[in-house]
């Protein structure tokens, strides 16, 4: 483009922190699943990272400014570090710990073959990133700060927020559009969504959104989970060993649950009447895990949609996920054709709505 009579602006940048970005997603998944790292000499190769809010901050600052002819301009963050201190800082923010043994040898080379075997979802394309490891990428042209009107922000910062923004674009996505649309590839252990594991499945029943969401509402507690609850309680009895709060709890409305509830131990993120249920678990796991129930009307009746989501933290949190998978499969798609079977089941129960 530069080499045409269209004027260009070039943003040339080092590593963008935000979820989706190549060498984030790296950083990320290296500090995730090695609980120590033999750290080559490029590791301590310096970069300048820069938040993906700042790149969008310049990219849609550069319609509006006055350059003569094509520009570029070097950007980068507050920052200047190491790869090895962002997967350091990254742990930090994960709760990670994480042991790094510094090498003077290992390649760029032999580290993208390495690479294949522990991220191979970014190898290919993660191993032309490596090679050029050896460069220093910080900025050193500071011309940018003479045309826009931008403080970046610093690495620790830009860190917490991409995870923050990947939890409210994950806590906003409708499986049922993600799912169907293909985007998202199938794999063993559930589907992933960033760095979450997500297991998805529905059920078509030919009753009312009202009828088909009614087994959902009243889910836990004395009315228990449709299927294997001797397993429910066995999981709440080792979640007490471990110093959990089990499944002693129960529920406090037997009828119509409320956020910020405690059901059994899950907790009540969201409700939406006939609609959608999201729990949070409270049980002590190595990450982070939901249990979404989402009821769609049609001509024919409904779709009840249900969805177990993970965010592991670590190599644990993966091995979590992975071991107990067969039996989440089991009881997971139990319990949905549990709450299928109640959903059909006429209800005489004179029911009061509570007053808001």
Not at 171 to 183: F, I, K, M
Not at 217 to 234: A, E, K
Request: aromatic share 10%.
């Amino acid at each position: 483009m530069r080499s045409s009579s269209v004027q260009t602006i070039e943003f040339r940048a080092s590593v963008v922190i935000g979820s989706g970005s190549l060498s984030f997603e790296i950083v990320r998944a290296l500090a995730e699943r090695l609980p120590v790292m033999i750290t080559p000499k490029w590791a301590s190769t310096l970069s300048q990272p820069i938040a993906i809010d700042d790149v969008l901050a310049y990219l849609l600052a550069a319609v509006s400014i006055h350059v003569e002819g094509s520009k570029i301009f070097e950007i980068g963050g507050t920052d200047q570090i190491t790869y090895r201190g962002l997967m350091e800082e990254y742990a930090k923010i994960r709760k990670l710990k994480r042991i790094m043994i510094s090498v003077p040898f290992l390649t760029p080379r032999l580290s993208s073959l390495w690479l294949g075997l522990v991220t191979p979802v970014y190898a290919r394309v993660g191993r032309k990133l490596i090679d050029s490891l050896i460069h220093a990428t910080v900025v050193t042209d500071r011309s940018a700060d003479d045309y826009f009107n931008i403080k970046p922000i610093g690495v620790v910062k830009a860190m917490e927020l991409a995870l923050r923004n990947e939890d409210r674009e994950f806590a906003e996505t409708r499986w049922s559009d993600a799912l169907s649309s293909g985007s998202i590839p199938k794999t063993w252990g559930g589907v992933r969504f960033g760095s979450r594991l997500v297991d998805s499945r529905t059920v078509h029943v030919k009753v009312p959104p009202s009828a088909a969401f009614r087994p959902i509402r009243r889910i836990g507690g004395n009315v228990g989970w449709y299927y294997g609850d001797f397993l429910w309680r066995l999981r709440g009895f080792l979640d007490i060993l471990i110093g959990g709060v089990g499944v002693r709890r129960g529920r406090r409305n037997s009828e119509f649950p409320v956020p910020g509830e405690a059901i059994d131990f899950w907790r009540v993120e969201k409700y939406e009447a006939d609609k959608k249920m999201l729990l949070r678990a409270e049980m002590k796991l190595p990450g982070r895990a939901w249990l979404e129930f989402e009821v769609t009307g049609d001509e024919t009746g409904s779709t009840i949609r249900q969805t177990a989501l993970f965010d592991p933290i670590g190599i644990a949190g993966l091995a979590y996920w992975y071991a107990l998978f067969p039996l989440h499969e089991f009881v997971f798609a139990g319990m949905l054709r549990g709450i299928a079977r109640r959903a059909e089941i006429p209800d005489d129960r004179a029911i009061q709505v509570p007053k808001s």
